[in-house]
């Protein structure tokens, strides 16, 4: 395995270069079940040995524990800085939402202490369809702004489940203030609405970063945890696609995240990883793509199985005006 490389690719203008997988970090936070330390560094190093260059975490994850754990990853292997890109985010917390100036200025030092690092590469704000967008515009960006220009973030980004939030938010902000989305739950087998949305994104230069390729467990062998917030047609619709694949001797998250990593337009695809068994599998899954491609009599069984619920997702965020 480790004589094939993992593809990177450009994240929109900033000229970052994000590994095609991201290791999504709420797992460190035990929002999938518990992860003990040793495990978490096992694979964190397991990563960046087969090319991962990509950590995502937040405040929000396990109430900080995200942060620490993969802070404390990074610090005991050393990894020099200039090699890994790592994001976090503001706004999202466990007691609850707030994208107030003071509290996302307050936040970056709080994070930035818990992850050990002098600065991040991408602060997100952290799924905006939470807050007032009109807020987002006016107040949190050009307080992000402020963060880029003290050197704690190079980029900001803006992250959220409903499409039209993006929109909404680079229609309004002065261009070039929003560098990066990170989207999830919309670029996997069973929802691609986002692949409506990539030509207006590149068309504003921003970067892509699309998390969940297995729809947070939906379409893992294990299934879905229990506050997974899908219909029961879409829980049950998705096992049984997954049971497919197996009988078929392969599984349906290699499948899942080889649909995801298909389009070049996206920049990264993030996936929460918790052990070296995971790292492994999906940057074998990656670099089989690239060699064999795609099953696509497969594929074309699995979406025929989730055609029922294809594009069904569920409701986020507070009613805005
Ligand atoms: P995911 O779709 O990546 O699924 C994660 C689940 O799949 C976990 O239970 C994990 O253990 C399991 N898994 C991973 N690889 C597997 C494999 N090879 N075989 C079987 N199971 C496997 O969902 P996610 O973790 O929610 O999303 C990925 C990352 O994206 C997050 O960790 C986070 O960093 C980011 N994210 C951000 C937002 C946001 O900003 N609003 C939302 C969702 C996710």
Not at 229 to 256: D, F, N, Q, V
């Amino acid at each position: 395995m480790e004589n094939c490389e993992l593809e990177q690719r450009a994240l929109g203008s900033t000229g970052l270069k994000l590994s095609c997988v991201g290791f999504g970090a709420s797992p460190l936070g035990n929002v999938f079940g518990l992860v003990s330390p040793d495990d978490a560094i096992v694979a964190v190093r397991r990563a960046i040995d087969l090319g991962i260059n990509f950590f995502d975490t937040s405040p929000y994850y396990g109430a900080t524990l995200s942060e620490t754990v993969l802070g404390n990853c990074l610090h005991e292997l050393g990894i020099p800085r200039d090699q890994i890109v790592v994001s976090t985010k503001c706004g999202r917390y466990a007691d609850g939402f707030d994208f107030s100036a003071e509290r996302v200025t307050r936040s970056i030092d709080e994070s930035l202490e818990r992850l050990r690092l002098d600065y991040v590469d991408i602060l997100h704000c952290h799924d905006i369809e939470f807050g007032s967008l009109d807020q987002i515009v006016n107040e949190t960006i050009p307080a992000l702004q402020k963060l880029k220009a003290a050197g704690k973030t190079r980029f900001i980004g803006i992250t959220g489940l409903p499409l039209r939030i993006f929109t909404y938010v680079l229609d309004r902000v002065p261009p070039g203030s929003v560098d990066v989305i990170l989207s999830y739950c919309h670029y996997g087998i069973n929802d691609s609405t986002l692949a409506d949305l990539l030509p207006y994104l590149k068309s504003k230069g921003v970067g892509v970063i699309s998390a969940s390729p297995l729809a947070m467990g939906l379409l893992t062998e294990n299934g879905p945890p229990d506050w997974h917030p899908a219909s029961s047609e879409l829980k049950t619709i998705c096992r049984a696609a997954a049971i497919h694949c197996k009988e078929k001797g392969t599984s349906i998250s290699k499948l899942s995240l080889q649909y995801s990593l298909i389009n070049k337009d996206i920049s990264s695809v993030l996936v929460g990883m918790n052990s070296v068994g995971q790292v492994e599998e999906n940057v074998t899954a990656a670099l089989e793509l690239c060699g064999a491609g795609i099953d696509e009599k497969l594929l074309n069984e699995v979406e025929n199985i989730l055609e029922p619920v294809k594009n069904q997702t569920w409701p986020s965020g507070i009613q805005q005006r």
